[in-house]
């Protein structure tokens, strides 16, 4: 399929080029930019893998391409060849990966090659360089700008990396949206387990008119061994120590498991006096300063490291930086270690292969497994990756127990076997390790779905001559192209059906006459309330509520600053660890007072069942978002969640490390830090200035405060991409280090200052 003459703008990148860029040849042919860019990899001392070499011919005959090669076969080099193609031939490319973190590394390593001033970058915070002809942005940025704009965007190349996540359950919309909305695109598509995609080969095919070209390698630059263990697990370390094959990531599958685990290393002498001394002059400076501090220093100077979002950012960052520089022997995390993360790996130790997936337990699918399973062996660095997985702990406990049953007459003595957990349980063994050794990851699973926010936008997109409407087409054009079966699609079309109903009873759409080149077969249009298309966010709908209720609040009134806080903490996400220790705190101060009431049991049980954590404005907070609900019919799926954390501190004057004891999140203080850090975004981002009182700007003040002075590096970034500065991942995990090290000076900022020592008193 041909783009659109009015869509394409060849010359329209006025940028001065550097490096790869310089070698864009003219006229830019397949064969010269195939050869121009096979040249600029021998000049780099590179060899290309067969399969690279392939991607790279489908790339300049034009298909699509989908790359299917393992962990460190060199998928970066491919896509950068799709970008090299895209701009010799004056078209715009986008790079896409599920996380922020993988974005800004590509966005630096292409500014490198191509020069700045060819590269630009998209967040969800702010944007750099938005018009360069490279784009580095998040899949649910590509998918949105799709949905909206669709044949009108400018997107001509999109490369799609981690794409397995198109199986996720909450966020493989993002990755569907593109190939449906997006027909004159070409597209790259890029993970190490992608499993059987004919089906995908076959709608994208349909989609463009175009040839779909499958690259796969079962080749590792870094082979891996596996071994099946029945070793209890210090035995099974030793053994991997002993014959250098650290650093050893040791995967667990709960946060809890992975601090215990650490806690249990503590007994090992992992390193050595020299190793101890290079660490402490590691964290020369560096702050202990929370309540886990202590714990996670304990770890660092025996070699083990600690790794999972429960953590500090600064924890995290410190164990990633010393685990580059070689410091630490053993890592204890969970297995999301992955994209994004860079923290080098010789083996990759399973205590577990069953895994609770928010539902069930069950065994461990082939593409998670192979996902973790892969990070182990660093090309440049090792030859070979070792994958070690042990058995069951009762399993292995029973070896052990029956081995010292047997007496020195050779005869076996009775023994009492140790049984399998009762819960969290699926067994496994060195069959099933085998199996998903050998088996291929799963067939990539459609997650399409059809939400109030898709149909507004696509109501709310342009035509080709710019006119509004047509939306409701697109979106049955879309569900009729969508990757599911006739069943989910008729059930999706009978959604769409009803949420556009909805729509128009609350008189958000309405149909109007419009010419016949832009209406229905009787005449008729939609056309979006123009006061909607104003205001209307498809990122962030709640913060509609947030300003509708906002007003009904006296900005005068007493405790108008607590309330306003109140509405901000019910638009977000609920922090599970945090509201199940203020229940449980507040149910255990309640059993104590009945029992001293001489309250029988049944009695206590069910006073305790009517006990939630604390819910401030709850029945305001209700009744307008309920009102709202009945004028926005599309925020109806949203959950609105009353809950009181950060004002539970401001009105008790609770400082964060004396929070974090109160409530026993020694191991998530990270949890506590991050929705700190969104409550303060929400307030600096959605309350307008004349809705703040000076109650309200105080708080504000602290908030951030109280944010920097345990660890800054959730706003730092932040901050200066608001600003538009931007810094490399090193520079800037330097820079954050250096921030923790040098403290912050609560006394600069006088109004926060004066809150905090309120708050000491």
């Known amino acids: 399929m ?56 489908e790339i300049v005959s034009g298909s699509h391409v989908i790359v299917d090669t393992p962990t460190g076969s060199g998928k970066s080099l491919i896509a950068v060849a799709a970008h090299f193609a895209a701009l010799a031939d004056r078209r715009r490319s986008y790079y896409t990966a599920p996380i922020k973190a993988l974005v800004s590394e590509k966005f630096f390593d292409l500014s490198a090659t191509f020069g700045a001033d ?33 044949r009108a965007a400018r997107v001509d190349d999109v490369i799609m990396d981690e794409f397995h996540y198109y199986s996720d359950r909450d966020r493989g919309i993002a990755w569907q949206l593109p190939l449906l909305t997006l027909p004159y695109a070409t597209f790259m598509l890029m993970s190490a387990t992608l499993g059987d995609t004919s089906k995908l080969e076959e709608s994208l095919k349909q989609t463009t008119g175009r040839e779909v070209s499958v690259i796969r390698s079962a080749v590792r630059p870094v082979p891996l061994d596996f071994e099946y263990r029945e070793t209890p697990l210090h035995e099974t370390l030793g053994y991997l120590l002993d014959r250098d094959r650290a650093p050893v990531y040791i995967v667990n599958f709960t946060q809890r498991e992975c601090a215990e685990e650490a806690q249990n290393l503590m007994s090992l002498q992992l390193v050595g006096r020299e190793q101890k001394q290079a660490i402490a002059a590691a964290l020369q400076g560096f702050r202990f300063d ?63 292969l069953c895994k609770f997936d928010g539902e069930n337990t069950a065994i461990l699918s082939v593409r998670d497994f192979k996902q973790i399973a892969g990070r182990a062996g660093r090309k440049g660095f090792d030859t070979q990756g070792y994958v070690v997985c042990q058995a069951p702990a009762h399993v292995i406990e029973n070896k052990r127990l029956e081995a010292k049953s047997i007496g020195a007459d050779g005869k076996k003595k009775k023994f009492v076997r140790r049984n399998p957990p009762e819960r969290g349980y699926v067994p496994w063994d060195k ?10 990851p799963e067939p990539l699973r459609s997650r399409f779905q059809v939400t109030h926010g898709m149909v507004l936008s696509l109501l709310q997109s342009p035509l080709n001559d710019g006119a509004w409407g047509g939306g409701y087409r697109r979106l049955v054009e879309i569900v009729a192209a969508a990757h599911d079966e006739s069943r989910a699609k008729s059930r999706n079309r009978r959604e769409a059906a009803v949420l556009f109903r909805a729509l128009r009873t609350a008189g958000i759409i309405h149909l109007v006459r419009l010419d016949q080149r832009r209406a229905d077969s009787r005449g008729r249009g939609v056309r979006v309330d123009a006061d909607l298309q104003d205001d209307f966010s498809l990122n962030h709908t709640l ?67 009517k006990i939630s954590y604390p819910k401030p404005c709850a029945d305001f907070i209700y009744d307008t978002f309920n009102e709202f609900v009945l004028r926005h019919p599309w925020v109806a799926r949203e959950s609105i969640r009353p809950k009181s954390i950060v004002r539970d501190m401001v009105e008790r004057y609770v400082a964060f490390n004396d929070y974090v004891k109160e409530y026993g999140l020694q191991r998530s203080e990270g949890v506590l830090l991050r929705y700190l850090s969104d409550v ?82």
């Open 680 to 761: 303060y975004k929400a307030l600096i981002q959605t309350i307008p200035e004349d809705a703040k009182s000076n109650e309200l700007d105080d708080i504000i003040e602290w908030l951030g405060v109280v944010i920097r002075s345990v660890d800054g590096s959730l706003l730092a970034e932040w901050e200066r991409m608001r600003r538009g500065e931007v810094l490399d991942e090193r520079a800037e995990a330097e820079a954050l280090l250096e921030e923790e090290r040098q403290g912050v000076d609560v006394t600069k900022n006088r109004k926060a200052f004066r809150v905090l020592v309120r708050n000491a008193t």
């Open 290 to 352: 929370t309540p886990f501090g202590k714990e996670i220093s304990g770890f660092i100077r025996n070699g083990i490291g600690l790794h999972h979002a429960g953590l500090l950012p600064k924890y995290r960052l410190l164990v990633e930086q010393l685990a580059q520089q070689g410091h630490l022997r053993v890592i204890c995390g969970t297995d999301t270690l992955g994209v994004g993360v860079n923290i080098p790996i010789r083996t990759v130790l399973f205590t577990k």
């Open 118 to 150: 060819n590269v630009g970058m998209l967040t969800g915070d702010a944007s750099v360089n938005p018009d360069a002809p490279i784009i580095c942005c998040t899949a649910e940025i590509l998918a949105n700008m799709a949905l909206r704009d669709g």
């Open 431 to 440: 069959s099933t390790f085998e199996k998903l050794i050998a088996s291929d």
């Open 2 to 57: 041909i783009r659109p003459a009015d869509q394409h703008r060849p010359g329209s990148y006025a940028a001065e080029v550097t490096d790869l860029g310089q070698l864009i040849p003219m006229p830019a042919d397949p064969d010269a930019v195939m050869e121009a860019f096979l040249g600029w990899v021998e000049e780099r001392g590179l060899t290309m893998y067969p399969h690279q070499e392939e991607a790279l011919l």
């Open 543 to 609: 913060s509609l509520w947030l300003l509708d209720a906002s007003k009904r609040l006296e900005l005068a009134s007493e405790g108008y600053a607590y309330n306003t806080l109140s509405l901000v903490e019910a638009m977000l996400e609920n922090p599970t660890v945090i509201l199940n220790a203020q229940e449980n705190k507040l149910k255990g101060e309640k059993i104590a007072e009945l029992k001293a009431s001489g309250v029988e049991y049944d009695e206590r049980m069910a006073e305790l069942e």
